[in-house]
């Protein structure tokens, strides 16, 4: 298997209540399901929640970076609340970028589009595509690395 195409295990988008609005698996080996899924992003956003509650610093915004021994977990939470998280390679360049471009291509294809509703799940063949797109040129730069 090609290092770069494991760089990115799985997209999670999580709205400012805790609830899973998208997920997208990259090919991870330990598949979650539904159940799984659903879990995980609750107890990221549970998570995030009490980091920002413990921090001994003022105006701490929670979790940017959780660093395991086989994957790393970054994080970016939106003014509104809206976190976005994918779990990668331990030492994956550019995942603070990438995230910038996701929650980009989600205000673009996901809030602009009249036939969404806030907080519901994300199914917009415009932003899975546009998704799809970045995922694979970040898979094609880190061939360079």
């Known amino acids: 298997m090609n290092m770069a195409l494991a760089a990115i295990y799985s997209l999670f988008i999580i709205n400012k209540s805790g609830g899973l609005i998208y997920y997208k698996d990259y090919g991870s ?3 979650m399901d539904t159940n799984d899924s659903l879990r995980l992003a609750s107890l990221w956003h549970s998570m995030h929640a009490i980091s920002q509650q413990l921090s001994p610093t003022h105006g701490c915004t929670g ?3 959780l660093q395991a021994h086989n994957f790393d977990l970054h994080c970016f939470q939106s003014l509104t609340g809206t976190k976005f998280f994918v779990v990668c390679e331990t030492g ?4 603070e970028i990438l ?3 996701i929650y980009e291509l989600y205000t673009d294809f996901v809030l602009k589009n009249p036939f969404y ?3 519901m799940p994300i199914r917009c063949e415009l932003f899975d595509l546009n998704l799809s ?3 694979q040129k970040d ?3 880190l061939l360079g690395r």
């Open 92 to 95: 994956a360049p550019n995942m």
């Open 139 to 141: 898979r094609v730069a």
């Open 63 to 65: 979790i940017d970076l």
């Open 117 to 119: 509703e806030m907080e």
């Open 133 to 135: 797109q970045v995922i």
């Open 29 to 31: 080996a330990g598949r």
């Open 99 to 101: 995230l910038k471009v």
